[in-house]
Structure formats: C-alpha cells, structure tokens
C-alpha cells in the first residue's frame, strides 16, 4: 500500500547545530518528493522539493537527499534557529497529483 | 508572496447541519485541493479539482462532501450533513500544474478548524 512515514516522532537539537529529519516511503512509483514545515495554528508551508530523477537538492539553508534503492527521504538543517521548531512532514506524490504525507516530526530547537 | 486564503479559521457547527468551507486559492494556480488533519494526525488527502471537475477523491470524501468552484476566485468544500468525526482542520491548497504534471509544489492555507457538537 502506500504509506510514507518519518522515523522519530521527535527531535530535539541545540540551536546552532544541524538537523537531520528522515522520512521512509514505500510507493516506489513515487516520483515527486516535497518537505512541509507545519507551525502552531498555520498550515503546510512548504520548504524543498526534489523529483526522483534527482538524488540531492540545496535550498538556503536546508537540502533534501533522496535515496531511491533503499526509499528514503531526509531533510538537513544547518545551523538550525529557534524559528526552525515546527513539526516537519515529508509528502510524496505519483502521477496523480494527490499528496500522501508522512506522521510528521517535531523539532525543538533548545536555545 | 500570493496566498491561499481560507475563511473562517474557525467554524463551530451542530451534527446534522450543513457547512460549508471556504477558499480563495492562487490566482494564477489550475489545481485545487482540499485536505483534513485530525488533531494530532497526518495530513490527509480528501480531493483535487481542475477544470471544474473532481480529478481525484479518497475513501473519506463520501457523497456527504461536495466541492465547487462558483466563480474565477473562490473554491469551497460542503459537508451536507456533518458528523462527530468530520471536526478537524480543512486544508485548501492549489498548485500551478497537477495530474500527471503533478511535479509542482502545492501551497496550503491556514487552514479552517472545524469543530462538530
């Protein structure tokens, strides 16, 4: 079936240092890949994107791995803020254009 | 930055009665959807929408659920006759291309909290 998932429904990191947030999917016939950042009463917004024919992409800041033989999905944060902490989900998507997301994982960033 | 807005962000409603949610997505943007988040839980699909027509639907939206776009701007989603179990957040969302151009990033509002007594 298809599901999408992250390993730890928690990580907390001092502020400064980098985080790392996986996620695992099952749908190999998935070929577009996106990480949403959720705060407190707002909705997904989203922060990277990467297409399967890809296995890295940077964007300020953050950059996303795709590890298609083994189905996972990782999002690294460097030199992660307060503003960082939020729950992060990974989403998938196939040929139709529906988003399966993943349970989430929420980063707390100690000062 | 363009947005998706969605109103209200809160809608408190009796069991049984009709609601109706409320989005104004991308101007520019073709594919339109609608998702819920129970509390605590994953964000789930309900439907996408283009070209007037429903492109996709899930298991969850059942023939109490209707979608429409009346006009140019606005995009809502109808509950006919709402349960206990319907109270979450509605997330509208739209992208500038979808289906099988669906390698498009999909922008979400902020969400309607519906709460069902």
């Known amino acids: 079936g298809e599901s999408v998932g992250l390993h730890l429904p928690t990580l907390s990191v001092q502020e400064g240092d980098n985080s790392i947030i996986n996620c695992a999917y099952s749908?190999?016939?998935?070929?577009?890949f996106i990480w949403y950042k959720q705060e407190s009463g707002k909705g997904p917004q989203f922060i990277i994107d990467?297409?399967?024919?890809?296995d890295k992409r940077q964007g300020q800041r953050v950059t996303v791995l795709l590890n298609k033989t083994v189905k996972h999905l990782s999002l690294q944060i460097a030199a992660t803020q307060p503003g960082d902490s939020a729950v992060y989900f990974c989403?998938?998507?196939?040929?139709?254009?529906?988003?399966?997301f993943g349970q989430g994982t929420t980063l707390q960033v100690k000062p | 930055e363009p947005e998706v807005t969605q109103t209200p962000s809160h809608q408190v409603t009796q069991m049984g009665q009709e609601v109706i949610l409320r989005c104004v997505p991308i101007?520019?943007?073709?594919?339109f959807y609608w998702y819920r988040q129970i509390l605590g839980q994953k964000v789930e699909f309900l439907v996408s929408?283009?070209?007037?027509?429903?492109?996709?639907k899930s298991e969850i939206f059942d023939d109490q659920f209707s979608v429409e776009r009346p006009d140019g701007s606005n995009f809502t989603l109808k509950i006919r006759s709402t349960k206990l179990e319907d109270s979450a957040m509605y997330f509208c969302?739209?992208?500038?291309?979808?289906?099988?151009?669906?390698?498009?990033?999909?922008?979400f509002g902020d969400g309607t909290r519906l709460s069902i007594l």
């Open positions: 101007s520019n943007h073709l594919y």
């Open positions: 749908n190999s016939a998935s070929d577009y």
């Open positions: 990467i297409r399967s024919n890809m």
């Open positions: 969302a739209s992208s500038e291309l979808g289906g099988a151009y669906s390698n498009q990033p999909q922008h």
């Open positions: 929408f283009y070209n007037n027509e429903i492109s996709e």
């Open positions: 989403a998938e998507s196939g040929n139709t254009g529906k988003l399966i």
